[in-house]
């Protein structure tokens, strides 16, 4: 089995930052790719920003210039740090992972289960 938990949302006024974390646990062979994606009340889930395990990232363009995506290899650890933030950030957060699974190397996508992340005006 796999977990992820996500971390760090939170409220915070329109033009201030938060930093999100996501760490993976569990028999993880190796990560792949691993992303965030965000919705919003009544919207799809979109992705946001992704990162491979060999650093290549690639952002929405909503946040591009704003957000940072990361990762700690070592601790199966993503963050997004997210600055300059707007109202229409606010939404749900999902951590996602397309990772190889036990022993066998199996692999699934698997996903955390949300952080909100509420932007004020």
């Known amino acids: 089995q796999v977990r992820l938990v996500e971390s760090g949302g939170g409220l915070v006024q329109a033009g201030g930052s938060l930093r999100l974390s996501c760490a993976a646990s569990g028999s993880i062979y190796r990560i792949n790719s691993m992303a965030w994606y965000r919705q919003a009340p009544g919207k799809q889930r979109d992705l946001v920003a992704v990162?491979?395990?060999?650093?290549?990232?690639n952002y929405a363009d909503s946040v591009k210039g704003r957000f940072t995506i990361s990762r700690d290899n070592a601790k199966n650890t993503v963050f997004l740090q997210m600055n300059s933030l707007k109202t229409e950030d606010t939404a749900v957060y999902y951590c996602?992972?397309?990772?190889?699974?036990?022993?066998?190397?199996?692999?699934?996508?698997?996903w955390g289960q949300g952080t909100q992340v509420t932007v004020s005006s």
């Open positions: 990162i491979t395990s060999g650093g290549s990232t």
């Open positions: 996602n992972a397309d990772l190889l699974y036990g022993i066998s190397a199996t692999p699934i996508d698997t």
